[in-house]
T-cell receptor, first 119, second 112 residues
Framework: GAVVSQHPSRVICKSGTSVKIECRSL??????MFWYRQFPKQSLMLMAT?????????EQGVEKDKFLINHASLTLSTLTVTSAHPEDSSFYIC???????????????FGPGTRLTVT | SQQGEEDPQALSIQEGENATMNCSYK?????LQWYRQNSGRGLVHLIL?????REKHSGRLRVTLDTSKKSSSLLITASRAADTASYFC????????????FGGGTRVLVKP
């Protein structure tokens, strides 16, 4: 149980285009999801907290107009990288917290990540 | 911002040896978690230790927490080649959002 999927797993796009990444909780409901980015051989940096039915909360330094987050249902959050540039190339990882349920309220379940390459 | 720092940044050991890595953090926490990440993959939750706990075990894993020193350690005993991965600590201050702040990670290589 507690599976989180991401789609696509890899994407290559041209500079200036937009890319949408999906994060789904497959067997549980998640009011809260988180989006991270990770550069090679570095740690995860939290970008934003995605809340179902409300606006996302962005971390300092993260452009909300560039990284659009939509959390329209209890099992799906999307991250859209708008007008992507090569410096946006990174590994994007989402995580989800279960709403209610029997699992620990502290635990986040991570997706497998999406590798974005902007050419 | 990144709260935790991990030490060492990289560790190379022989199969069967123990691996120890440390994590330091700056602010008060509600809990601290350790995760494993295989190259190019997502994170796997290993263990959570609450701020009122000092030590926790799970299989071959042993985690300690010293809140007075704001540090934690992860010990992997009798390491296996399959333990080769990056290990991250992550702290949480609790609250409704329960945001995690990750340390820099330790890359562990277990040689067969």
């Amino acid at each position: 149980g507690a599976v989180v999927s991401q789609h696509p797993s890899r994407v290559i796009c041209k500079s200036g285009t937009s890319v949408k990444i999906e994060c789904r909780s497959l067997d549980f409901q998640a009011t809260t999801m988180f989006w991270y980015r990770q550069f090679p051989k570095q740690s995860l940096m939290l970008m934003a907290t995605s809340n179902e039915g409300s606006k996302a909360t962005y971390e300092q330094g993260v452009e909300k107009d560039k990284f659009l987050i939509n959390h329209a249902s209890l099992t799906l959050s999307t991250l859209t990288v708008t007008s992507a540039h090569p410096e946006d190339s990174s590994f994007y990882i989402c995580s989800a917290k279960e709403t209610g349920g029997l699992r620990s309220s502290y635990e986040q379940y991570f997706g497998p990540g999406t590798r974005l390459t902007v050419t | 911002s990144q709260q935790g720092e991990e030490d060492p940044q990289a560790l190379s050991i022989q199969e069967g040896e123990n691996a120890t890595m440390n994590c330091s953090y700056k602010t008060s926490i509600n809990n601290l978690q350790w995760y494993r990440q295989n190259s190019g993959r997502g994170l796997v939750h290993l263990i959570l230790i609450r701020s009122n706990e000092r030590e926790k075990h799970s299989g071959r894993l042993r985690v300690t927490l010293d809140t007075s020193k704001k540090s934690s350690s992860l010990l992997i005993t009798a390491s296996r080649a399959a333990d080769t991965a990056s290990y991250f600590c992550a702290t949480s201050q609790g609250g409704a959002g329960n945001k995690l702040t990750f340390g820099g990670g330790t890359r562990v290589l277990v040689k067969p």
